[in-house]
């Protein structure tokens, strides 16, 4: 996967997101990684897109923030995370990276 491919604002959140499962000590970035990473983001279009949606970003903000603390730690990682160990994640960015290609 190509991360100059994308937007400068998602490669950020990509990199806020691996910061977030680094200093958790989280092996992979998962989607609740990025999803905060996309909420906590300035001048995102994220959080705008889901007030106009009429979701509780403060809800969906502790939610993510429940799901995180659970997640298995890893001691000794180094700083080595992995982009999601589910595929799903790994997918979706693949995709998108296709779909961008041929805009």
């Not at 000590?25 to 905060?36: A, S, W």
């Not at 969906?60 to 700083?79: F, H, K, N, T």
């Amino acid at each position: 996967m190509r991360l100059d491919r994308f937007t400068s604002k998602f490669q950020i959140a990509i990199s806020d997101a691996q910061s977030l499962a680094l200093g958790r000590d989280h092996q992979f970035i998962e989607p609740v990684h990025l999803m905060t990473a996309l909420l906590n983001q300035q001048g995102g279009s994220v959080r705008s897109l889901l007030d106009q949606a009429n979701i509780n970003v403060n809800a969906l903000r502790s939610a993510l923030a429940e799901a995180i603390d659970r997640l298995p730690r890893v001691e000794g990682i180094g700083g080595d995370v992995q982009l999601g160990k589910e595929e799903p994640l790994r997918q979706d960015c693949t995709a998108t990276q296709r779909r961008l290609h041929h805009i």
